[in-house]
Structures are given as structure tokens and as C-alpha cells.
């Protein structure tokens, strides 16, 4: 009971120091780590660097594809640099691995002790230290868990189970690698699972032979970990995951054939290799050659690489449609130029906006699905509040600030009149199968639709539209709704408590909708 009191303990303090580091390390450096991202894409070497330094903060393979996965999927970083960053990061989470060889149960007490009397004089307080503190005092119940871990599978070495399982023989070789790949399936994490594998090397649970495949299993199930969740992904945010899985794969399957190959024909080679010396520091020197593996290997080839993955995982419509036309960030050099480029960008969402009635309209084929053109849309408004937050750092004349106030207003305008038509359509589709009711929709759908057309018709040309004509097709129509709600509700319509719900939801949407036009007729009207 003890002995398992023992694992389980230490197996539970390794845990939380792995989410303790990881959470305090990115929450220290956070906007510094976002406005790293930024320099990704200037070359190979910042990529790399990079890499290194995310892999190290979370120490999760799985970790660093989600956060890298989600920066693409905001259009914050191209597919190509992504691909390099994340392959780097791996390697960033090899450091660990690197130091639970050591005997780091000194540095556990000054690390605790340091924490404490820091913590006691109140140094704890201040937003930038608290993280720091954080991240120590995971570090050393990191390591305090893992030296319960190894104290506790001692034991275990002469237990009958252990070494029917786990012992020498080469029947559990194959026991070894899927013990690890499911754990790393579990963990999500391939150095959890090989500092895990250390512990129980060190205890003499395992021997050598059974700590490298564990090392393989455990790559392979964290890429699978990435991989399963990115089966829901559509584009080329499924790209990633995908090439974390099949890098993992493809180094797994060197290293196990290498290991056949030597088991077969009794040559000196990897296996022979980790036996000689510490062998706790041979798997960790394993664990990160096998991530370099993953990072270098692909580099010759990756236009072929790019090429498969963006077969296997083509962009989807929102993907395209949220890519800018306009911007770029040499624009950004000339303030003046970059906010006529960002104008250009926004007349492109307005132009979008009809197509989001088209499905709604009778006899009209949508040419792009309506969800698909609501994501895009809404990708690229932030790709444009993105550009302009770069612009309003740079630096402008007066007259260039207060057009990016205005381009600023005119797009969460753009993005509210967008989030309305969405619930406008929801509304109407959901009322189609009310007799009562589809003439009304039919009819509003048609009236928002020519007022959209004006309204891109006055902001292609406000010199020779007429603006007059939609001030005047915008004005208030709460008393012409309010007559409408009342006939269809008291001319015996049969409408039921559902119906009447969309009735006020329909006709409620509409004066939002007409609203929000008059609103940016009016800004198109003014200073541009």
C-alpha cells in the first residue's frame, strides 16, 4: 500500500508541476511571446528560436499544436512558418526530459525554500513576479514528484507482476511501446510519458531496451493525441495537426526499424549505443534526437510536404474568402497608402454582405454556403483590426489617425450589420414552414437585400450616388413594423406561440437591420 501511496503521489505532484510551469511560463510571457509571433516568418533561424522557446514554456507537444493551430486559425501566422514553429517546438519540449536525468533533489529544497521565504516577504504580489514564483514552485514539485516516483518503484523491481510484465525479456518489448503510446494518447504529452519512462529505468523496473520503445510509443501517441481533435479541423488548420502526426510517425518508424534490424541480426547499433554510460541520460539523449528527427528530416522537402498536406487538407471557402486582397505589411511603411488599402478591404466585406440573404431568397443559388461566408467575413474583419492596430503603432499624421478611427467604426458597424443578417436568416428559415409568416420573410428579405445593394452602390461611388434615396429608404419604421406585427397577429393567422416568437424576432432583426445600414450610409456620406 505504501509503495503505491508513494507512486500515486509522485505521479500526481509530476502532473501539477507540468500545468504549474506551463501555465505560469506563458502567463509571464504572453504579449511578449505574441509579439514574438510576429517575427516568425522574417527566417529560418527566428522560426527555429522560436520554436525552442514555446516548446520550453508549455512542455506539451499537444499544448504547442493547439496554441499553434489556433494562430493560424486567426490568420495571425502563414501555414509554411507554422509548420517550422511547431516542428522547433517539439524539440523546445526535450529540455525537461534533459533535466529529470539529473539528481535534482537539492536544487527541490532550495528551489521550495526560495519560493517560501519569497513568498512570505511578499514578493508574491506584484503581476510580474506571482508567474515566476509560480513557475519555480511547479518546478520543484515537478521534481519532487518524480523523485516519489522513483522511490516508489523501487520496489517494484522485485515484484513478480512487474518483471512478468516489464522485465528483460524481449516478449515485453511490444508491452513497452503500447503501454507508452496509450499513456501518450492520455497525457497528451510524449516527455510526461519519457520522464515517466526515466523514473522507472532509474527504479530498475525497465531496462534500456524497454525505455526506447516507450520513448516511440510515447511520440507516437501524443502525435496521435494532436491528430484525433484535429479530425473536426476543416482547412489548413487541420494541416498541422496532420503534420505533427505524420513527422512523429515517420521518425517512430525509422527508430523501430533500426531496433529490428538489431534485435534480427545482433549488429551493434542504436540499442547497443544507449547501454553504454548512464542510461537515464541515453534516453533522454534518445528523446531528443528523435525530436531534432521530426524538426530536420522534413526541411529538405518541405515544398513536398506543403504540397501533400494542402492535398489532403484543402482550404475551405471561409479560408479563402478570410484571406486579405489588399494587405500586407510593406504597406504599413506608408500610412497614408495602408489606410486606402484597408478602405479597399472594406468594401469588400460590405460587398459580401447580400450573399448572406441569397439562400433565403426564392429562384437565387448561393455561390458560396451561408456558414462558410459568415466565418470568412468574420476572419477577415480581424485581419483588418489586426492590420490597423499595427498601423495606429507606426505612427501617422492627424488626418491618417482620424481615417483609421472612422475605417475602425465603420467595420465593427460592418461586423454588427454581419452578426444581425445571421440572425436574420436563422429566423426566417426557421419561419418557412409557416404560411402565415413566409410572405412577410419573403418580403423582408428582399426589402434588406436592395438596401445592401444601395448601400455598396453609395460606397463604390459616393460622388455619384444619390444618398438622398437611402436616407430616405432607412428612416425609422417602427410604426410600419408595429402595423404589420398587428395584422398578422389579429387577422386570424393561426399563428402559434412559436410563430409569434419569430414574427417579433423577424421584424425586430430588420429595424436592426435597416438601422445599421442608415449608420454607415451616413459615415459614407462624411470625411472617407
Known amino acids: 500500500m505504501e509503495t503505491f501511496a508513494s507512486l500515486l503521489g509522485g505521479l500526481g505532484l509530476f502532473l501539477t508541476g507540468i500545468r504549474a510551469i506551463g501555465t505560469n511560463l506563458q502567463l509571464l510571457a ?56 511547431l516542428a522547433f517546438a517539439n524539440v523546445g519540449t526535450a529540455g525537461l526530459v534533459l533535466l529529470a536525468t539529473v539528481d535534482l533533489r537539492l536544487m527541490v529544497l532550495w528551489l521550495a525554500g526560495l519560493v517560501g521565504f519569497l513568498s512570505a516577504f511578499g ?28 522511490a516508489g518503484a523501487g520496489p517494484l523491481a522485485a515484484s513478480p507482476v512487474a518483471q512478468a510484465l516489464m522485465g528483460q525479456g524481449a516478449g515485453s518489448l511490444p508491452a513497452a511501446f503500447l503501454v507508452a503510446l496509450a499513456f501518450g494518447l492520455a497525457v497528451q504529452s510524449a516527455s510526461t510519458v519519457t520522464i515517466l519512462a526515466i523514473a522507472l529505468l532509474h527504479s530498475g523496473v525497465i531496462g534500456v531496451e524497454q525505455a526506447a520503445l516507450g520513448v516511440c510509443g510515447a511520440l507516437l501517441g501524443s502525435g496521435l493525441a494532436v491528430l484525433l481533435p484535429g479530425m473536426g479541423m476543416r482547412g489548413a488548420a487541420r494541416r ?6 505524420l513527422t512523429r510517425a515517420g521518425v517512430v518508424a525509422l527508430l523501430l526499424l533500426v531496433f529490428a534490424v538489431e534485435e534480427a541480426t545482433g549488429l551493434p547499433l542504436l540499442l547497443a549505443l544507449l547501454a553504454v554510460g548512464d542510461p537515464e541520460r541515453a534516453i533522454g539523449l534518445l528523446f531528443l534526437g528523435a525530436q531534432l528527427a521530426c524538426a530536420l528530416l522534413p526541411l529538405p522537402v518541405m515544398p513536398v510536404i506543403e504540397r501533400l498536406l494542402a492535398r489532403l487538407c484543402p ?56 456558414q462558410e461566408l459568415l466565418e470568412g467575413a468574420a476572419a477577415l474583419e480581424r485581419a483588418i483590426l489586426h492590420f490597423l492596430a499595427d498601423l495606429r503603432q507606426r505612427g501617422a499624421a492627424p488626418e491618417v489617425m482620424e481615417g483609421v478611427v472612422a475605417v ?26 409557416l404560411d402565415a409568416l413566409a410572405p412577410l420573410q419573403a418580403w423582408l428579405v428582399e426589402a434588406l437585400h436592395m438596401l445592401l445593394e444601395e448601400l455598396i452602390e453609395l460606397a463604390s461611388d459616393p460622388a455619384a450616388a444619390e444618398p438622398s434615396l437611402l436616407r430616405g429608404l432607412t428612416e425609422d419604421r417602427a410604426e410600419m413594423m408595429e402595423a404589420l406585427r398587428r395584422r398578422l397577429l389579429g387577422g386570424g393567422g393561426g399563428l402559434c406561440h412559436a410563430g409569434q416568437d419569430l414574427l417579433f424576432r423577424s421584424t425586430s432583426l430588420f429595424e436592426r437591420g435597416v438601422w445599421l445600414t442608415r449608420r454607415l450610409a451616413l459615415g459614407l456620406e462624411g470625411p472617407r
Open 315 to 370: 482550404e475551405s471557402a471561409a479560408e479563402v474568402m478570410a484571406r486579405p486582397a489588399y494587405l500586407y505589411d510593406g504597406a504599413l511603411e506608408d500610412p497614408a497608402t495602408a489606410l486606402e488599402l484597408v478602405r479597399r478591404e472594406q468594401h469588400r466585406l460590405l460587398a459580401r454582405l447580400p450573399g448572406l440573404l441569397d439562400p433565403l431568397r426564392e429562384e437565387v443559388s448561393p455561390s458560396v454556403p451561408r
Open 30 to 85: 504572453g504579449p511578449r511571446l505574441r509579439r514574438a509571433l510576429g517575427m516568425a516568418t522574417r527566417g529560418p533561424v527566428a522560426t527555429a528560436c522560436l520554436g525552442l522557446a514555446l516548446g520550453g514554456l508549455t512542455q506539451s507537444s499537444s499544448a504547442v499544436a493547439t496554441i499553434i493551430t489556433s494562430l493560424v486559425t486567426a490568420g495571425l501566422l502563414p501555414v509554411r512558418p507554422a509548420l517550422s514553429l
Open 240 to 245: 498541422l495537426p496532420t503534420f505533427q502526426a
Open 123 to 150: 514578493v508574491d504580489r506584484t503581476a510580474r513576479m506571482k508567474p515566476v514564483l509560480g513557475a519555480l514552485l511547479g518546478l520543484a514539485l515537478l521534481f519532487l514528484g518524480l523523485d516519489l516516483l522513483k
Open 408 to 433: 475602425e467604426s465603420r467595420v465593427a458597424l460592418l461586423a454588427a450589420l454581419r452578426e444581425t443578417l445571421a440572425e436574420f436568416g436563422d429566423g426566417v428559415m426557421a419561419g418557412r414552414q
